[in-house]
Structure formats: C-alpha cells, structure tokens
C-alpha cells in the first residue's frame, strides 16, 4: 500500500489496481468547517483532473478532482451523512471515493509523504 | 502583483489583535479583515447566538451631519433630499435604517441615520464610504457640514450575553432599546453606544476613537462570554437573519420595493405622505409602491442539503432552459442547520411557498420561498 499526494491537496492511497481518493489534512484545515460533500456515482469514467465530487463549507464551495483516470467503484455514504468527517478525519474515516485504475502511468507526476510536507511548508 | 495589492490594503485600529488571535486575514473592500478565528465559522457563528460575539466593522464608514443653522431638524430635511426616509421624525437618540437612492430608483447604499440631538450620526458600507462623503458633500454643503470620522474604530457585540458583557464595563446601556443610538460612557472611554446590529441578536454597536479601539476591545474578550467573530460568521449570521448585503441583495439597479424593503420607507414620505417624494429616483420608487414591481427579494429555503450559493439561477421548473431569477446571498445556515438563500423573482412566483429550482452544478434543486428571517431575531424592543 502506498500513498501519494496530489498538488490540489488530495491524498490516493494505492492497493493493488485500486485507488482511494480523499483531500489532505491541510486541506481540511483551509476549508473550515464542512457542511456537505456531493460524491459521484459509482460506475462514471473519470477522467485526469475531472471535477469528481465536491466539498462545500460555511462559507465555500471547493471541487475535489480525480487525480488519475479510472472508474468509480465505491463511494463514502458515511460522509455523504456526516460531512464533519472531512474535518476531524481527512486521512481516514473521510475518503471520498475509490477508482479502479486505469492507467498506472498517471501515478508518476505525485508527490510521497515527504514531499508534500514540503509542499505545504 | 499579489504582494502589491496586499500592501495597498488599509487596516483598522484592531488589526493586531487579529493577528495576535490566529484571525486569517483576507482582503475585503479594500481592508485587510479576519474572515475567521482558529475557532472557525461554524463555532463562531454559534457562539453569537448563544452568547456574544465581537465583530471588528472599524471598515465601516462614520460620518458626522452637522447642521449649519445648529437645528438638528435641518440637517434631517437636507438628509431627506438622498433618502427615501423620514428622517425628520427620528428622535433624539434613536437611528433607523436608510438607503441612498439614485435617479432610477436603485440604492447607492444603506446605512444608519442616528439623531444625537445638534447633528446625525451616519454608518455607511466600507466599500461605499468614499462615494457616499462625495454625494453628501455634492447635495448637502450648502446646509450641512460633513465631517468624516475616520479617527475612530467601530465594534459590534452581538447576542444574548452582549448585555451583561458591557453593563459590566459600567456601561449604561441595560436601559436601551433596539434602535437607540447616542454617546456614552464605555470603560470611561467617550463611545457612540447603538443597540442595533447585523446578526438578527440583541447586540449593540460601539464606535471609539481609534486608539482606545483595541484596549476596549482586550478588556471585552477577557470576558469568557464573548469570542471573536469573522467575516464568514458576519455573512451566515445575517443572511440566517434575512438581511440584505449591500452590492449582493441590493444594489444601483434594485429599488426599495423589489428589495422588499417597503417597511423602510415611511408614510410620510410616500404618495400623499406630509413630505412626499423629493429624494432621487422618487418617481419610480412611489409608482412602484401603487402598482408594485416586477420582480422581489425572497428568502429561499433549498429543500435538500446542498447549499445554492450567490449567482445560482433560478428556474419556474426542473425543464425550462429560461431562468427567472437569481440567487443573491446563498450558503449554509448553522443555527438552522441548513442550507439558506435570498434572491429575485418575478412577483408572481414571490409567495412564500412557492417552489421553483436553482441550478448547481448541472442540476435543477428545489427550494421553497419563505418567509425572512430563518432565524426569528431576538431584539430587545
């Protein structure tokens, strides 16, 4: 299992040809308190960079992309009925979707760990 | 660029108490503003309402009517030739809700007219103020002097412990009711004390001059009652109330009476009122009062959980490809718990109840038209 991190704060967590796709804990702490997340449906193609689902606070509404091109297999219904999770469990509890991979190659532009602390220094 | 326009920003007496607070500041109307606290929006924003809440609007402009005559009454009837309100009947010490109107008909801006016995006491919107002192000036010279009060900063302490939070300062304020509005004592500084507000709670505002603005305000938060407030919670907090944001909810090409504002206006300046008209715009706005407009300002109540954010366009059904309206004020409302908007309608589409959709993100959501405010208000009368 890896986990890789995108530039737009998301995390992908890697196991086998599956993807789960959730937003940082940086993130979560720049969007304040989530009132509502709108999740895609299970079997849409996603494309790169795709608007995927949706993340709104108080005050904003914010996109959450899918970081590689796949299809959408599962979706988080827990945090459909409880958007708080966005903020007290972004890296766990609060991922938003999973994709069945479709083109490992996409994976290469990420960040690891390490690099996104830098990132968000 | 960005650093550029970041310095050109103003700050208000309080800006290092915001920083100080973990405040994240953000650029708004030309001011460097918290838009929230470590607390964030959401706790903010209740706190308000189940204790009190501290607002820093030193942004806000402050202006001094002085009549040149010395009778307060003549500064009123020279301030009745920009507004569609009767000023005139405004007591001393007491301040009601006004709008500047322009030659169509729409709103320059709304502000408060206090009566502080020899001269009015004027709040304008931040982004506003500059134009405002120009069109006072422009109209108003010839009787009135026009004395801006930029050396001065302007609080608000909103909700239920906003009371005993300044009653514990000395302050003499247990006496007044909503809508007074003069000068008095705050921890010996000389304050202008209104209890008025933006929140839809009992609350007061406080204008100090600007170097006692964050010693006043210190000795208000070591009072564990009250918090800090941003401009987020500001925003929920008053659209939850039903109150119009200037340059959202109203603006130049909005009357009075599609603004659903009609409450402000006064019988006496209305058609066969004692000083009917002779403010700009008057023929529309007092045509519009016999026949109505075309189209109002709503409260919105989306029937799902999405919120319908300002710039939404609204549908008479799921299908049509023609909009009818457009979301003005739109987002989350925590006491509610639930989405909350405001927008226009044709007038045969504003009765409460009235369900029509808004567009988001490719899809049509239903809401409701209801009745304003979400949040019943709680002044003190």
Redesign the interface.
């Known amino acids: 299992m890896t986990t890789l991190f995108t530039s737009d704060h998301e995390w992908v967590r890697i196991e086998g040809d599956v993807a789960t796709i959730g937003v940082t804990d940086y993130a979560q702490s720049q969007l ?2 989530v ?2 997340v ?1 999740l895609p449906k299970v079997g849409r193609a996603l494309k790169k960079a795709e608007a995927a689902a ?1 993340v ?6 914010s996109d959450v992309y899918a970081p590689i091109s796949g299809e959408v297999i599962e979706v988080n219904e827990a945090l459909a009925a409880e958007p708080a999770l966005v903020n007290s469990d972004a890296d766990g509890k609060a991922w938003f979707f999973k994709l069945r991979i479709a083109d490992k190659s996409e994976l290469g532009g990420m960040m690891d760990e390490a690099a996104y602390k830098a990132h968000t220094a | 660029m960005l650093a550029s326009n970041e310095s050109s920003l103003k700050r208000t007496p309080l800006h290092a108490l915001h920083v100080a607070r973990g405040g994240k500041m953000v650029p708004f109307a030309g001011y460097e503003m918290p838009v929230q606290y470590p607390a964030g929006v959401l706790k903010e924003h209740l706190h308000t309402r189940t204790n009190a809440g501290l607002f820093d609007v030193s942004h806000m402009g402050q202006l001094a009517l002085r009549p040149k005559s010395g009778r307060v009454e003549d500064a009123a009837l020279a301030l009745e030739r920009l507004v569609p309100q009767d000023i005139v009947a405004v007591a001393p010490g007491r301040q009601r809700y006004a709008q500047f109107t322009n030659n169509d008909g729409g709103l320059l801006d709304d502000l408060m007219v206090a009566n502080f016995g020899d001269h009015l006491f004027l709040v304008v919107n931040a982004a506003c103020k500059a134009q405002d002192e120009a069109h006072l000036r422009g109209h108003l010279s010839d009787s009135c002097i026009i004395d801006s009060l930029s050396d001065r900063g302007l609080i608000a302490l909103q909700g239920p412990k906003a009371e005993s939070a300044l009653a514990r300062l000395g302050a003499d304020v247990t006496a007044m009711k909503f809508m007074d509005s003069g000068p008095r004592k705050v921890a010996g500084f000389d304050a202008f004390v209104s209890r008025s507000g933006y929140t839809g709670e009992d609350g007061f505002e406080i204008s100090v001059p600007a170097a006692q603005a964050e010693s006043l305000v210190t000795t208000l938060l070591q009072n564990p009652d009250v918090l800090p407030i941003g401009l987020g919670a500001r925003d929920s907090l008053r659209l939850e109330a039903g109150l119009c944001l200037y340059g959202h909810d109203i603006d130049t090409t909005t009357t009075p009476v599609e603004g659903a504002l009609e409450w402000s206006v006064q019988k006496s300046r209305r058609n066969g009122g004692a000083r009917a008209g002779g403010f700009p715009g008057a023929d529309k706005i007092l045509a519009q009062f016999e026949k109505g407009a075309s189209r109002r300002r709503v409260g919105l109540l989306p029937e799902g959980r999405a919120p319908v954010r300002e710039g939404a366009l609204l549908f008479a059904d799921g299908t049509s490809s023609d909009p009818v309206g457009k979301v003005t004020s739109g987002g989350f409302g925590p006491s509610l718990n639930a989405p909350v908007a405001m927008g226009y309608l044709p007038t045969a589409l504003s009765a409460n109840g009235t369900k029509i959709f808004a567009e988001v993100r490719g899809q049509r959501l239903p809401l409701q038209v209801a009745a304003t405010p979400f949040v019943p208000n709680t002044y003190k009368r």
Not at chain 1, 56 to 61: H, I, L, N, R
């Open positions: 304040g308190d009132v509502f709108e949706v709104e606070s108080v005050k904003a509404a």
